[in-house]
């Protein structure tokens, strides 16, 4: 599992993303410092677009994304599923987004496995 599927475990979501979603638009830098992903629109769903990795070791390439189905919930977070078309992955996903920061939660495994991934909005 690499850490930008991970954060995003990175970012696919179902509901009108363009409502509300516009939060999570932008250019965001994982704080590792090792990725930049553009997070926008496609079509029905909101996709997460590496722009570019640091350390390719673990497969991740540029171009490579996560199409995600989220819906606001009462707190203003979002959740929902992504989708690794690459790995043809599923996992559940939670983003919350402040001024400037998203917080990631992604499982894969029904749960077993998951990951928290912070990033910050690029300048």
């Known amino acids: ?3 930008t599927r991970t954060v ?12 509300g979603a516009a939060e999570l638009n932008g250019t965001w830098l994982r704080d ?5 992903v553009r997070i926008a629109p496609c079509g029905d769903n909101v996709c ?9 070791s ?19 977070s979002f959740s929902g599923t992504a989708y690794d078309p690459k ?6 996903m939670t983003i919350k987004a402040t001024a400037r920061v998203l917080s990631t939660h992604g499982c894969v495994l029904g749960g077993l496995l998951c ?3 912070n990033w ?3 300048e």
């Open 1 to 3: 599992m690499t850490s």
């Open 8 to 19: 995003l475990i990175i970012v696919a979501m179902t509901a009108a993303p363009a409502a």
């Open 32 to 36: 590792d410092g090792n990725a930049r």
């Open 48 to 56: 997460a677009t590496n722009l570019w990795i640091g350390d390719t």
């Open 58 to 76: 673990k497969g991740e390439a540029v171009g490579d994304r996560l199409i995600m189905t989220l819906a606001r919930q009462a707190d203003g």
């Open 87 to 92: 790995r043809d992955w599923s996992y559940s």
């Open 115 to 117: 990951r928290n991934v």
């Open 120 to 122: 910050k909005a690029a």
